[in-house]
């Protein structure tokens, strides 16, 4: 793909994804929840922002927004319909198509198909071109986001679509949750092998200061829990967890879900 993809931390754990091309000063941003980094990353690479996708209205991921804005006028932000998201100057929803202006020829321009993906907000989406996958807070490595404002079967529906789709997608989730979240892996499946190099794997990065991130569909597929709920050892955990017998993927995922929620962080 000619389409390079960055992280721009933010906060404690949160990564604000840069995309950008080889050549060229066009950029966008993936869900901005402070203008300064974003700001210091521009000046310092000569970079025009361009376009800003939202895929949630929490303050972590839209803090930036009006900020910048102000500093680039022209800039397109796309969003989900949510009057708590102020300032979008597109609204977009399940299907549709985004096309970024100074991308053009970047392969990503026409490609961006925006998914519904509700349960950690109502009304979260995700943006998904070539083999990325912009997730915000629905998809985490190893996890996933915690329900606010949607609900356990809307995110348990909503992360077995994302399973769906092909191996290789790269998932650009919006925290570095990694670490904590595989540590929930391995109670649910404590003989896991693929849980066991996940973690290590994970420290290593993190020993270097590096990302976590992207994984890929494949690898969680592998050690996420919240992808697992057909999982025989995964069912067993929940049960224990829940101490009663449970029917199906989605009262697993809710099993395992409130047993993060309560017991775990
Ligand atoms: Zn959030
Ligand atoms: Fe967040």
Request: a negative charge; glycine letters at 8%; one cysteine or more.
């Amino acid at each position: 793909m000619s389409l390079i993809v960055e992280s721009i931390p933010a906060f404690a754990d949160n990564y604000i994804w840069l995309l950008r091309r080889p050549e060229g000063t066009a950029c966008a941003v993936v869900d901005p929840g402070e203008a300064e980094p974003v700001i210091t990353r521009l000046r310092r690479d000569g970079l025009r922002l361009d376009a800003i996708l939202i895929t949630h209205h929490h303050a972590d991921h839209i803090g930036g927004l009006a900020k910048l804005r102000r500093l680039w006028p022209e800039v397109e932000v796309f969003g989900p319909a949510d009057r708590r998201i102020p300032g979008l100057t597109r609204v977009v929803t399940d299907g549709d198509r985004v096309s970024l202006s100074g991308f053009e020829g970047a392969g990503l321009e026409s490609a961006f198909e925006v998914l519904a993906v509700p349960g950690h907000t109502a009304t979260h989406i995700a943006y998904r071109g070539d083999d990325g996958l912009f997730c915000g807070d629905t998809l985490f490595a190893a996890g996933c986001g915690r329900v606010f404002d949607g609900t356990f079967e809307q995110l348990a529906a909503s992360l077995r679509r994302i399973a769906a789709l092909p191996a290789q997608t790269r998932c650009y989730c919006a925290h570095e949750y990694t670490l904590a979240n595989l540590g929930f892996a391995r109670w649910v499946e404590p003989d896991s092998p693929a849980v066991a190099a996940a973690i290590a794997a994970a420290e290593q990065r993190r020993a270097q200061g590096q990302p976590t991130l992207p994984t890929t569909l494949a690898e969680e597929c592998a050690v996420n829990p919240f992808l697992r709920t057909t999982e025989p050892a995964v069912i067993a955990a929940a049960e224990r967890f829940a101490g009663a017998s449970l029917d199906g993927p989605t009262q697993v995922f809710t099993a395992l879900r409130r047993w993060k929620d309560e017991r775990y962080d």
